[in-house]
C-alpha cells in the first residue's frame, strides 16, 4: 500500500490539530541534514585533497587507492546490518552514535601521521557512515506521518544530497588551498555539532516493535556479500573486465544467494527479502538505482571533457557544474504537489525519460562547440534525477510497513551506492575500451609517449605536453577524437538503459494511486 499509516509512539501535539507539532518535525529534518550534507560532501571533496595527501604522507599509489576505496566498500558492506540494527535499537539512537563515532574519527584522521593511520580512518568513517544515511530516511518515513509532508521532506533530503555534492569539490578544494588537507576531515566534526547537541531533545525516538533475535550469521553473510562485490566492481572500474574482478563479484553473488536463503528460512530475518515482491518497492529501487547510474556516469566524463578537452582547472569544472546540481534539487521539490495531481509512476517515468533525453543529446550533438552543449544536457539529465529519485524514495519508504523503515531505508542507501559504483564502473570502462581501441597514435610519438597516451585522455595530454608543438596537437587532437567517439558510445548506452527503465515504471506503478490533496 503506498500510504500505509504510522505505529510509532505519539510526539508533542499541536494543540490545534491534534498531531505533531510541524515546527518539531521540521526542525528535527533540519538537524538529519546535517549528516546528509556531510556524507555528500565528504564523497567529493577528498578528491581534492589526494594529491597533498600524497605529498605530505609519502604515499604509493596502492595506497592512495586504498584511501579512496576504504570508505565505500566498509560503508556498503555494512548498510543493510546497520539499518537494521536501527529498527531494532532505535534509529535516533543509531545516528546519535554513529555520528559521534564519525566526528572522533574524522577529527583523528585529519592528523594522520602515515598513509596507513588515513587508511584506517577512512575505514572507521566507513563503519560509522553506515549508521547516518539508513538513520536519516527512516526518521523521516517515522517524523512525518502524512503523505504530502513526507514527500517534501524526502525531497529536501535528496537535495541536500545534490547540494553537498556541488558543494564538495568547490568546499575541498578552498579547505586545501586555505588550510591544509587534513581540513577536510576535521571540518565533520564542526558539522555535526547541530545534531550532537540538540538530537536526543528535537529527533523522536522510533524503532521495530517486535524486532525478534539478532542473528550472527545473516550479519556476516551481509558483509561477506556486499564487501567482495562492491571490490569487484571497483576492479572493474579501474582494471576492467578480469579474472580478479570476476572473482569478487562472483563470490559476492554467491554469498548474496547463501544471503538470502537463509532469510527465507529463518523466524526473524534480518532482511524480509518479501519486501521486493512488492512490485511497486523493488521498481522503486530500480528506478534509484538506475538514477544514479545515470549523473554518475554522466559526470564521470563530463568532468573528463570539461578538464581535459576545454582545459578548466578541477574547481572551475566543479562549478559549471553547479547550475546541473541545483537543478536536481529544484526539480525534487516541483514534483512533490505534482503527484497530487499526476500518478506518481508517470512522474518516475517522465523523470527517467528525461535523463534518457540527456542522453540523446550528447548522442547526436555536436560536442565540439564547447561545454555549453554538454552542460545543457547534463541539466536535462539533473531534472530527471531529481524528480525520479524524490518519488521512488517515498515509493520505497511508503510502500513498506513503518517498523521495517529502517531495514527499506538500508536497501535505498544500498542502492545509492551502487548506482554510483555502476555508472562509473560500466560506463566508465565503456569509455575507456572505446578510447583506447578507436586511439590511432601520430607517426612520430615516441613509444613510450604513445604507451602513456593509450592508456587514458589524461595520459595522452600528459604526453603531449612533453612534445615538440606540431606533434604535441596532433596527439592532442587524435586523444580528444578518440575520447569523444567513445562519449557517443556510452551515451547510448546509457539512453537505452534509461528508456527501458522509464517504459518500467510506467508498466509498473501505474496503478500507484495519486497523492491525496
Known amino acids: 500500500m503506498y500510504s500505509p499509516s504510522s505505529t510509532q509512539a505519539p510526539r508533542s501535539a499541536d494543540p490545534v490539530k491534534g498531531q505533531a507539532a510541524p515546527w518539531r518535525d521540521w526542525t528535527a529534518l533540519a538537524l538529519l541534514m546535517f549528516p546528509v550534507l556531510l556524507v555528500a560532501v565528504d564523497n567529493t571533496a577528498l578528491t581534492f585533497a589526494l594529491p597533498a595527501i600524497a605529498r605530505s604522507l609519502d604515499v604509493g599509489g596502492v595506497q592512495l587507492l586504498w584511501i579512496v ?9 555494512l548498510l543493510v546490518s546497520m539499518g537494521n540494527l536501527g529498527d531494532r535499537i532505535g534509529r535516533r539512537r543509531l545516528l546519535l552514535v554513529g ?9 583523528a584522521t585529519a592528523f594522520a601521521p602515515s598513509a596507513e593511520w588515513l587508511i ?9 557512515g553506515a549508521m547516518l544515511m539508513p538513520s536519516t530516511l527512516s526518521l523521516i518515513r517515522n517524523i512525518f506521518t502524512d503523505p504530502n509532508r513526507r514527500r517534501l521532506a524526502i525531497a529536501v533530503w535528496a537535495a541536500g544530497f545534490s547540494g553537498g555534492a556541488a558543494l564538495g569539490p568547490i568546499f575541498g578544494g578552498w579547505l586545501v588551498e586555505h588550510f591544509w588537507w ?9 558539522l555535526l555539532l547541530p545534531l550532537l547537541t540538540f538530537g536526543r531533545v528535537l529527533i523522536p525516538e522510533s524503532k521495530d516493535a517486535n524486532p525478534g533475535r539478532v542473528d550472527v550469521p545473516s550479519i ?27 572473482a569478487f563479484m562472483g563470490f559476492g553473488l554467491v554469498m548474496g544467494i547463501l544471503f538470502v536463503r537463509r532469510q527465507q528460512r529463518i523466524q526473524n530475518p534480518m532482511l524480509d527479502v ?12 530500480v528506478a534509484n538505482v538506475l538514477s544514479l547510474f545515470s549523473m554518475t556516469g554522466f559526470i564521470y566524463f563530463f568532468a573528463q571533457h570539461l578538464q581535459l578537452v576545454e582545459g578548466q582547472s578541477p574547481m572551475e569544472a566543479g562549478i559549471a557544474m553547479i547550475p546541473a546540481l541545483l537543478a536536481t534539487v529544484i526539480a525534487g521539490l516541483l514534483v512533490v504537489p505534482l503527484v497530487r495531481r499526476v500518478r506518481p509512476g508517470y512522474v518516475v517515468a517522465a523523470g527517467l525519460t528525461l535523463s534518457a533525453v540527456g542522453y540523446l543529446i550528447v548522442v547526436v550533438g555536436d560536442h565540439g562547440s564547447g561545454p555549453v552543449f554538454l552542460l545543457s544536457a547534463l ?17 520505497i519508504l511508503a510502500s513498506v510497513p513503518v517498523d521495517k523503515s529502517g531495514a527499506a531505508s538500508a536497501i535505498s542507501e544500498t542502492g545509492y551506492e551502487l548506482g554510483s559504483l555502476l555508472g562509473t564502473a560500466v560506463l566508465g570502462s565503456i569509455l575507456t575500451a572505446s578510447y583506447q581501441h578507436n586511439l590511432v597514435i601520430p607517426d612520430g610519438v615516441s613509444s613510450q609517449a604513445a604507451g602513456k597516451s ?16 606540431p606533434l604535441s596537437e596532433a596527439l592532442t587532437v587524435a586523444a580528444r577524437t578518440a575520447f569523444e567517439s567513445g562519449v557517443h558510445i556510452t551515451a547510448a548506452i546509457g539512453l537505452v538503459l534509461m528508456a527501458g527503465a522509464a517504459v518500467l515504471a510506467a508498466v509498473v506503478l501505474r496503478r500507484v494511486p495519486k497523492a491525496q490533496k
Request: aromatic share 10%.
Open 69 to 77: 576505496d576504504a570508505y565505500p566498500l566498509v560503508l556498503a558492506a
Open 99 to 107: 555520528s559521534t563515532g564519525f566526528a572522533a574519527v574524522s577529527a
Open 120 to 128: 584506517a580512518g577512512r575505514a572507521g568513517l566507513g563503519v560509522f
Open 182 to 190: 587534513g581540513a577536510v576531515f576535521l571540518v565533520a566534526a564542526f
Open 220 to 246: 556476516v553473510l551481509s558483509v561477506v556479500t556486499m564487501a567482495p562485490f562492491v571490490y569487484g566492481i571497483k576492479e572493474f572500474a579501474v582494471h576492467g573486465f578480469g579474472a580478479s574482478a570476476a
Open 274 to 285: 518479501a519486501l521486493f515482491k512488492n512490485k511497486v518497492f523493488s521498481t522503486a529501487i
Open 379 to 395: 541539466t536535462v539529465l539533473a531534472v530527471g534525477v531529481g524528480a525520479a529519485e524524490t518519488i521512488s524514495n517515498d515509493l
Open 454 to 469: 593509450a592508456e587514458t585522455l589524461a595520459g595522452a595530454v600528459d604526453a603531449a605536453s612533453a612534445l615538440p608543438s
